[in-house]
């Protein structure tokens, strides 16, 4: 299980990928119900470190920590910037004794330099994608998506991907209790549409647009009903049409497939904590049949509900 986490601190570090690596691992949140972790900022020369924005931070600890921890994660720097051999070698050895790895963003040019990224899917940033697949020509590079999994080694795409592929960790290794509690306490939304799966419980939210936040508040409360577009189109006292369209531009979805996305994330809520089948399950989700389900989840998640809830159900945060 998930308990001691390194972040690497390197020389001119991007404030921000670091700051997310501190932000779901360095806090206690016990007391909403989710998890803490025995949480370091650790360097291979401990001491005033440069950060791209031109201020300094201050790492007391060595990589010491980082040679037992079972998560080593690595923030953004300079692009193919020089790293420490010592960085190198703990991160290679974190990967052969099974340990989770993660880089954000631009980390993965150092993931790369440590040669585990070879026969390995990964991403970085958008603006990297093209550099990263000639810099390492062995590894398989995405540039589509917000992070890859490939066996314990995780590579976030850039920014705020970073979250995206941090709290993946979290629900793999702790479930949708645990990584719920620390997206709303980030107060983003913890499903974004990336093409992967993103095991998470219910979002925060992701409509802002006043007009249709009742709605869509409503239509959370009732998924197990026929929500067609001309009944939610009429609740939201517009054409379907103008529905349709406002929906998209505050959603960058369709009505539809956010639905879909509300069902499915229910869904996986219900597979973990509770005993009912999936025909139940799928009822009161609003899918209808267990097959409808099961097509969803294979489609989205590439797992069936019943190989879900053996993964996932009775998970304890801790």
């Known amino acids: 299980m998930l308990q001691t986490v390194a972040c690497i601190a390197l020389p001119q570090l991007a404030p921000f990928e670091f700051g997310v690596i501190c932000e779901v691992f360095g806090i206690d949140r016990t007391e909403q119900g989710g998890p803490t972790f025995d949480f370091h900022v650790v360097a291979a020369e401990p001491g005033t470190l440069p950060t791209k924005l031109g201020f300094d931070l201050v790492v007391k600890e060595d990589l010491s920590f980082a040679e037992t921890a079972d998560l080593v994660a ?4 300079i692009v193919d910037s020089p790293t420490h051999p010592e960085v190198l070698r703990v991160i290679r050895e974190a990967v052969d004794r099974g340990a989770w ?8 040019f150092t993931l790369g330099q440590a040669g585990v990224l070879d026969g390995r899917r990964c991403t970085t940033h958008w603006m990297y994608t093209e550099a990263l697949q000639r810099r390492f020509p062995r590894s398989e590079v995405d540039p589509d998506v917000l992070f890859v999994q490939d066996e314990r080694v995780v590579t976030g795409a850039g920014t705020a991907a970073g979250i995206d592929a941090a709290l993946h960790i979290v629900r793999t290794e702790l479930g949708a209790e645990a990584a719920n509690v620390v997206a709303r306490r980030m107060v983003v939304p913890p499903q974004r549409d990336g093409g992967q799966s993103q095991f998470v419980q219910r979002p925060v939210p992701e409509v802002r647009a006043d007009s249709l936040a009742e709605v869509t508040d409503w239509m959370l409360e009732h998924l197990d009903e026929d929500l067609t577009v001309d009944a939610l189109a009429r609740r939201a006292l517009m054409s379907p049409r103008t529905f349709a369209r406002r929906f998209r531009a505050a959603t960058g979805t369709t009505p539809t497939a956010w639905l879909n ?6 869904a996986q809520q219900l597979l973990e904590t509770t005993d009912l089948s999936l025909e139940e399950i799928a009822r009161d989700t609003g899918f209808g049949a267990a097959a409808v389900m099961r097509h969803h989840f294979v489609k989205v998640l590439q797992t069936t509900p019943t190989a879900y809830r053996r993964t996932f159900s009775q998970r304890v945060a801790s």
């Open 101 to 108: 790895v993660l880089s954000v963003c631009s980390g993965a």
């Open 261 to 266: 996305r509300q069902r499915l994330l229910r």
């Open 74 to 77: 690595v923030p953004a720097t």
